[in-house]
């Protein structure tokens, strides 16, 4: 079985930075796409990032574009989100996901979804 572990939220200032990790168990992380994901309160989920398996190509939500970087580690399973200059409106619960499917713009057919890690920012 999958399971996907988020960590590195917290509570920052507008314009700090944070990195969020997300451990894969299993044997075929490197064959995953992986995203990030967000939900404010009383808001939809969306997406926020993703990259492909080889961690060649990347996607992002204009929302962070120039902001926010995703990158893999696929020797240690684990896929980061590095945040910089934090906005207010990023606070929400992170979630990573993980899906078989080829293809980064896609948005939907992600498999597997860890519990998520909450990310604050005070202005």
């Known amino acids: 079985q999958v399971q996907l572990v988020e960590s590195g939220g917290g509570l920052v200032q507008a314009g700090d930075s944070l990195r969020l990790s997300c451990v894969v168990s299993?044997?075929?992380?490197?064959?995953?796409?992986m995203g990030w994901f967000r939900q404010a309160p009383g808001k939809e989920r969306e997406f926020v990032a993703a990259?492909?398996?080889?961690?060649?190509?990347?996607y992002y939500a204009d929302s962070v574009k120039g902001r926010f970087t995703i990158n893999r580690d696929n020797a240690k399973n684990t896929v980061y989100l590095q945040m910089n200059t934090l906005k207010p409106e990023d606070t929400a619960v992170y979630s990573c996901?993980?899906?078989?499917?080829?293809?980064?713009?896609?948005?939907?057919?992600?498999?597997?979804w860890g519990q998520g890690t909450q990310v604050t920012v005070s202005s």
């Open positions: 996901a993980a899906k078989r499917q080829i293809g980064v713009t896609n948005l939907d057919g992600y498999d597997y």
């Open positions: 299993g044997r075929t992380f490197s064959s995953y796409t």
């Open positions: 990259i492909s398996y080889g961690g060649f190509s990347t």
